[in-house]
């Protein structure tokens, strides 16, 4: 009998230790994800998620802050702004091992925030948006609720920064819709400003 009980103890430990290595799932998203281009590269106001597997109390999502950093448990204060998604995990990951020997991790994007556009003037909706996919300009001018009554629409810029300065395009919405002049509905890239005067 002793040595059935002594079976019965032993289950009865084993199972207390199986207990919180069976809590500690791997981490899973606690929200959507953003979909990111081939060489994108982290920059300051993108929402982040960090997973590490099997550690769900230092996983979690942060914010990258202005001067590039996020702050994690454990390690605190790490670089990200010009690091892609997985170059991030990667050094989070070496951080982490002097911590969690087996440290996996991996990083992806809930909100890309750093890359914006702008436009202002004559449209429905003016203001800064997302750059969280390829966006031209007559594609802006759509998702800033289109132009007004009051839009001088042949006469719109593009304000761009190219080799330190700002250049100017021009964007003739009337020319560009009927199919004409299709180089002016430029690619836009983050920090592009669209400016649509009144008549």
Known sequence: MSVFRSCIAL????????????????????GPTVAT??????????????????EADVSGDVTVRADGMVTLPLIRDVKAAGLTPNELAEQIQ????????????????R???SRKVFI????????????????????????????????????????RMEDGRSVSHRFEYKDVAKGKKAEQNLVLRPGDTVVVPEK
Do not use: C, H
């Open 11 to 30: 289950l009865l430990l084993l199972a207390s230790l199986a207990a919180p290595v069976a809590a500690q799932a791997p981490a899973k998203p606690t």
């Open 120 to 159: 202002t003037g004559e449209v429905g909706k003016p203001g800064a948006y997302p750059l969280t996919a390829q966006t031209t300009v007559m594609q802006l001018i759509a998702i800033a609720g289109g132009l007004t009554e009051f839009a001088s629409s042949n006469d719109i810029t593009v304000m």
């Open 111 to 113: 909100q890309m925030n």
């Open 94 to 109: 070496t951080a982490l091992r002097e911590f969690i020997t087996d440290a996996s991790v991996t990083v992806v994007v």
């Open 37 to 54: 281009e081939p060489g994108f590269t982290i920059g300051p106001e993108d929402v982040l998620g960090v997973l590490v597997w099997r």
